[in-house]
């Protein structure tokens, strides 16, 4: 069963950084692009991050310069988010996201990220 299991979330002080880890199961295949979304509460879905096959990434505004996108170079099933220099607004759900070139979509269950002092 096709699958992605996201680690790493969990309650951190402002000023303070977590990595993110994801997972895809290796039947899903050929992978286009991974990335990164956040959903606080009572907002939308957003894009955090996302990374082609190709290495090219695209962060989200609030996000430039504090939070690294990275694909693990042997493993290609596994995308990490490193987040630096966190605040208080970065609180959210966060979901892994895998798109194929056969135009499959999957999306993670969410981990928990909560910045509060």
């Known amino acids: 069963q096709a699958q992605l299991v996201e680690s790493g979330g969990g309650l951190v002080q402002p000023g303070g950084s977590l990595r993110l880890s994801c997972a895809a199961s290796?039947?899903?295949?050929?992978?286009?692009?991974m990335g990164w979304y956040r959903q606080a509460p009572g907002k939308e879905r957003e894009v955090v991050a996302t990374i082609t096959s190709g290495t090219r990434t695209n962060y989200g505004d609030s996000v430039k310069g504090r939070f690294t996108i990275s694909r693990d170079n042997a493993a290609k099933n596994m995308v990490y988010l490193q987040m630096s220099s966190l605040k208080p607004e970065d609180t959210a759900v966060y979901y892994c996201?895998?798109?194929?070139?056969?135009?499959?979509?999957?999306w993670g269950q969410g981990t928990q990220v909560t910045v509060s002092s």
């Open positions: 290796t039947n899903i295949f050929p992978i286009n692009s």
């Open positions: 996201r895998v798109t194929t070139l056969r135009g499959d979509d999957y």
